[in-house]
């Protein structure tokens, strides 16, 4: 009798998720795109909003396909509330800020230092995490990378400097909002699509209320900027999420986090080809920097996450790479 390790379709499943791999890399990384081409037209607060609302009601559905349920208790929908507030509200706005004074290709990059503030906040609030020399080598590299990003020996003014600033706020929310998501959301019983389905849910109430008090009507509603915001929430929140889930149940969730070292790529790719942005020659310097030091970081974690596999593997689902 074959076992269900080697069967077809399982073996099927965990090679297919390489596909799903570089198609999640392909997406998350056009997001940076697809925030600037909104921007024609739209506040980077009602960019937030559409994106996390789309991909709400896409979460949800899936979540009523499967017969799956919303969680429940009041103490996980502020946990949710929290998580929404530092995974997707304020880290969307502040790439939609930053993009409107940086180029979106820059914007990518800055996204890559997430796993580095992730690290520094996991090792301060989860037992489990320690701070070893080689993490500890990984930190001081990845910052250093930070430091040849803004270009700091040239002296720190100006809007560009404030964009990065903002772009690189967003990853500090992230290296917030993931080990708080492990710590009081990857317990609670609830699946991970139910808890992700919950989060943006939070979210886009949270935006609905703040949105029309904070920005005014848009004066026009061109193709370009609407189709953008569509994919940001149905391809960057909805589908991709599905994606990361299944790379998750299929290699493991340490492998799914490394997905955040292409972005820079496929945002530095898309900027210049698409929008015809240029970059210094620091800026991609420092990417690979950073990207070098969060491996680093990683490292040990990813030896471990290679022997882990099924029911392990999504128990550590809340190190999730970070969504731009």
Not at 224 to 249: D, E, K, P, R
Request: proline content about 6%; overall charge positive; glycine content about 12%.
């Amino acid at each position: 009798m074959r076992s269900p390790e080697l069967s077809p379709s399982r073996a099927a499943a965990r090679s297919g998720w390489r596909l799903r791999y570089l198609l999640l890399a392909l997406i998350w990384g056009m997001s940076f795109f697809f925030i600037k081409e909104g921007l024609r037209a739209f506040a980077p607060l009602q960019i937030t909003l559409g994106r996390i609302a789309i991909g709400a009601v896409i979460l949800t559905a899936v979540l009523l396909a499967r017969r799956e349920r919303l969680p429940r208790g009041r103490q996980t929908w502020v946990h949710l509330s929290v998580a929404a507030v530092l995974n997707n509200v304020i880290p969307f706005s502040l790439f939609g800020y930053a993009e409107q004074r940086i180029p979106s290709a820059l914007a990518g990059i800055c996204n890559a230092s997430a796993p580095l503030f992730a690290a520094v906040v996991a090792f301060a609030l989860l037992p489990d995490e320690r701070l070893s020399p080689r993490r500890a080598a990984g930190l001081a590299t990845g910052f250093a990378g930070v430091f040849v990003v803004l270009g700091a020996w040239a002296g720190l003014s100006g809007g560009g400097v404030a964009g990065t600033v903002m772009a690189l706020g967003g990853g500090l929310c992230y290296g917030i909002g993931f080990p708080y998501t492990r710590r009081f959301l990857t317990r609670t019983g609830s699946s991970s699509l139910s808890l992700a389905a919950g989060q943006l849910l939070c979210g886009s109430v949270l935006l609905a209320i703040g949105t029309p008090m904070l920005t005014s009507a848009p004066a026009r509603w061109p193709v370009s900027a609407v189709l953008s915001i569509v994919a940001l929430g149905a391809l960057g929140t909805g589908l991709a999420y599905l994606l990361n889930y299944g790379i998750i149940a299929a290699a493991g969730a340490t492998i799914a986090t490394t997905v955040g070292y292409l972005l820079p790529l496929v945002s530095i790719l898309a900027g210049i080809t698409l929008l015809g942005e240029r970059l210094t020659w620091n800026e991609p310097v420092g990417a690979a920097v950073i990207v070098a030091g969060a491996a680093l970081t990683q490292a040990p974690a990813a030896r471990r996450g290679l022997r882990r596999t099924g029911a392990k593997d999504r128990r550590a689902a809340g190190r999730q790479p970070a969504a731009p």
